[in-house]
């Protein structure tokens, strides 16, 4: 499969725990995203990369979230000391240059 | 925070029937994209129009984009049960933020047998 993989599928931590979650993008696509998408809402932007660089980051992401791409390819998205307001489906997309963004399965949290 | 708006936020139809769904934004744009998504799921791309664009079809797809109004909208035809969704406008900004979507809430289509 060639499409955009997240892990975990699903995450469920108690509040105060750190969390991780990776996205392999489509390879050869030099841009990555991500998004946070809360029940009955659209997705709503919080940071992306072009290559290895971070261009833009939504006054979404708190000191708490930290996002790397080390070498341009996979990503994580690291949630530090979890609220049960971070509980949502976290999507990752991706993109070649042109404007279509293709995006992964999500990964859901649950903070308890 | 949101671009737009979805209208109707919900929409139930039969089988066969076409279904239209409305999408406004407020900010200027450099493009537009529709995307489906299916209960739980990840976000599945339909079709992108961009701002010089009037209409784009993609076999049942039809989108058409009014920039001087700042809405678009989706129309599928001949609807099936398997198109039931929920359906996202996302528009696209240029310039530095030129990969960074901007969703509306959605709309939910329910399409009954």
């Known amino acids: 499969d060639t499409g955009v993989s997240q892990n975990p599928r699903h995450k469920i931590t108690k509040r105060g725990q750190n969390v991780t979650f990776r996205c392999d993008p489509i390879?050869?696509?030099?841009?990555l995203y991500w998004y946070r998408q809360t029940l009955g809402q659209g997705p709503e932007f919080l940071t992306y990369?072009?290559?290895?660089?971070?261009?833009?980051k939504s006054r979404l992401l708190s000191d708490r979230f930290s996002a790397e791409r080390p070498k341009g390819s996979f990503s994580t998205l690291e949630i530090q000391r979890t609220e049960q307001g971070d509980s949502a489906m976290y999507l990752c997309?991706?993109?070649?240059?042109?404007?279509?963004?293709?995006f992964g399965q999500g990964t859901r949290l649950t903070v308890v | 925070s949101q671009q737009g708006e979805e209208d109707p936020q919900a929409l139930s139809i039969q089988e066969g029937e076409n279904a239209t769904m409305n999408c406004s934004y407020k900010?200027?744009?450099?493009?537009l994209q529709w995307y489906r998504q299916n209960s739980g799921r990840g976000l599945v791309h339909l079709i992108l129009?961009?701002?010089?664009?009037r209409e784009k079809h993609s076999g049942r797809l039809r989108v058409t984009l009014d920039t001087s109004k700042k809405s678009s909208s989706l129309l599928i035809t001949a609807s099936r049960a398997a198109d039931t969704a929920s359906y996202f406008c996302?528009?696209?900004?240029?310039?530095?933020?030129?990969?960074?979507?901007?969703f509306g809430q959605g709309t939910i289509l329910t399409v009954h047998p």
């Open positions: 997309a991706s993109s070649l240059d042109r404007v279509e963004a293709f």
């Open positions: 390879s050869e696509h030099n841009r």
């Open positions: 990369f072009q290559n290895e660089a971070q261009l833009e």
């Open positions: 900010t200027s744009i450099n493009n």
């Open positions: 129009i961009r701002s010089n664009e």
């Open positions: 996302a528009t696209g900004a240029g310039g530095t933020s030129y990969g960074k979507l901007t």
